[in-house]
């Protein structure tokens, strides 16, 4: 079972540089997200899609564009990378947005 | 006041001891609630659901109070394998809504 799959793991961007992450979940499920966590501050949502076709701002949007590709993908765009950027992200799904999600093994973004 | 607020901890408990977690939630209209749980460098995993009724999974035990906005969970009898980061998460905004997540309580269980 794939479950959420997050590709890159790894990733280093010089200041300015544009990237894409990639998000695909394999559960038929409604509802997927983009959240980020920084040391002390906890998963931060950046923004959520509560089916496909839509797409909402979470708590920390700005600097980020999301696109809700199919309902299995969910991508997170970063046009361009700024330092405050450095930070774990994981992508997750869940059936509904009040049912327990499942997350994909994260992404290690540093910006320099 | 934070959407869900938990106990700062760090925890740090000898094997065989019982630790509770405690959280509370801002938003009333909340109609989910778990327990999560992330080891370091890792996704958080689903621990357990908490329903209303209050609910048992082996050593583990998870209560709801809906009129005090509170969420808690306990460990009986610790496993230094329990060591890791508990996450309490909140549902906000019903089937359309998304999951807000506490900062997390660090339990750290010593031989």
């Known amino acids: 079972n794939a479950g959420v799959t997050q590709t890159p793991k790894f990733q280093v961007l010089k200041t300015g540089q544009s990237m894409t992450l990639q998000c695909a979940q394999d559960?038929?499920?409604?509802?997927m997200y983009w959240y980020r966590q920084d040391p002390g501050m906890g998963l931060r949502l950046i923004y959520y899609?509560?089916?496909?076709?839509?797409?909402d701002k979470g708590e920390v949007p700005n600097g980020y564009n999301v696109s809700r590709l199919n309902k299995r993908e969910f991508s997170l765009r970063l046009e361009s990378a700024a330092p405050s950027q450095t930070s774990v992200y994981f992508c997750?799904?869940?059936?509904?947005?009040?049912?327990?999600?499942?997350f994909g093994q994260g992404t290690r973004l540093t910006v320099v | 006041r934070k959407e869900v607020e938990q106990d700062p901890g760090p925890f740090n408990v000898p094997e065989g001891a019982t630790v509770a977690f405690n959280c509370t939630y801002s938003?009333?209209?909340?109609?989910?609630f778990f327990w999560y749980r992330q080891d370091c460098r890792k996704e958080p995993k689903l621990l357990m659901s908490?329903?209303?009724s209050g609910n048992e999974d082996g050593r583990f035990t998870a209560q709801l109070n809906r009129a005090s906005q509170y969420i808690s969970l306990l460990i009986r009898d610790s496993k230094l394998s329990d060591s890791a980061t508990y996450l309490c998460?909140?549902?906000?905004?019903?089937?359309?809504?998304?999951?807000?997540f506490g900062k997390g309580t660090k339990l750290s269980v010593k031989p």
């Open positions: 997750a799904s869940s059936h509904r947005g009040n049912t327990e999600a499942f």
């Open positions: 559960m038929n499920h409604n509802s």
């Open positions: 899609s509560a089916s496909e076709g839509t797409t």
């Open positions: 938003n009333s209209a909340s109609q989910s």
């Open positions: 908490v329903y209303s």
């Open positions: 998460v909140v549902n906000n905004g019903g089937s359309q809504g998304n999951l807000i």
